[in-house]
């Protein structure tokens, strides 16, 4: 398969940051739900080329298909363009100063109109849906400080059906690293097909409860391949890639060697008496985009 690089630079005159971020954000929705990431789609096509089961090959053969078709037709990859999430980085000495949520709000209320999206945002508990994928809290942003004068701005559009199977876990700290590596097990079988697998899969590991939670979601941003820096996360990431291609549940749950693509853990120390632990699914459409914003304006989607 030609190998993409999907890579893009602009450099913005006279417009002011909000005219620039918002720009930034509604291509950084138009490209995440249209292409699958370089990564990603190197992994699938392996798994394709290795794939042991029949039904398996079928199966991966007809995603190969559906990322083809949707990248040369502009189309949507996935049906499901999903709960949009926004995470930025924003540097410490970045001269850029913008209401986040109010401009993201506002470029998914326009993505919505224009790719189209399709209108998944409703409220809890009367199921009124907003029409445009906006609501009270959503998109959901997460804001964090970096170091240096740029601003990453990242999106990912969660679909239900992995978002629906994902878990927390708070253990006590007695549990063994072959505790915690059951429990996804047991999550990963439990899940089935539902995810819609080959997936990959978030681990949140410590901190807090809800730091364990949106440290699985961030840990989906890596790309497949890129193992954690601390040598023993990185080794139990490895091993429990292993495990999950060991339950044969396989691509779309219909058996074979590929259930997950890779695994990715995000860590931080907890407290003394407990171990947080959150599961985050992704499916084969792992769908995200960055954008670097340099301090003259100027921006890189990747």
């Known amino acids: 398969m030609k190998d993409f690089k999907l890579k893009f630079q602009y450099s913005i005159g006279k417009l002011d940051f909000k005219e620039i971020l918002l720009e930034v954000a509604v291509k950084l929705i138009d490209k995440a739900v249209k292409t699958i990431p370089e990564d990603v789609e190197k992994a699938i096509v392996e798994a394709y080329e290795t794939e ?6 079928k199966m991966l053969e ?17 049906q499901d363009t999903g709960i949009p999430v926004f995470i930025v980085e924003e540097g410490l000495e970045t001269p850029w100063r913008a209401d986040y949520h109010r401009i993201f709000t506002e470029a998914v209320s326009k993505a919505t109109e224009a790719i189209p999206l399709r209108p998944n945002v409703v409220h809890p508990l009367t199921r ?3 029409r ?15 170091k240096g004068s740029d601003i990453k ?26 505790t915690i590596k059951n429990i996804i097990l047991t999550r990963v079988v439990e899940a089935g097909g539902m995810p819609c697998p080959p997936t990959i899969l978030g681990v949140g590991l410590g901190g807090t409860s ?23 996360i990185a080794r139990f990431e490895s091993e429990l890639l292993e495990a999950v291609n060991k339950t044969g549940i396989g691509p779309m749950g219909l058996g074979g060697r590929w259930t997950c ?42």
């Open 52 to 57: 042991t089961s029949e039904i398996g090959v």
């Open 62 to 78: 007809a995603i190969v298909e559906n990322i083809r078709i949707a990248k040369e037709e502009g189309r949507l990859i996935c």
């Open 128 to 130: 009124m849906n907003t």
């Open 132 to 146: 445009d994928n906006t609501g009270f809290r959503i998109p959901v942003l997460h804001v964090a400080k970096t």
């Open 153 to 178: 701005v990242s999106f990912m559009p969660k679909g239900a059906g992995s978002e629906n199977v994902s878990s927390f876990h708070m253990l006590t700290p007695v549990k063994t690293v072959e």
């Open 210 to 232: 809800e730091e364990a939670m949106l440290m699985a979601k961030k840990a989906l941003l890596r790309p497949i391949g890129d193992e954690n820096k601390d040598s023993e």
């Open 261 to 302: 693509l890779d695994v990715k853990i995000e860590y931080a120390y907890c407290h003394t008496a407990s171990l947080p632990l959150a599961i985050n699914f992704q499916c084969w459409a792992a769908r995200r985009a960055s954008a670097v914003i340099k301090p003259n304006g100027s921006y890189e989607i990747s």
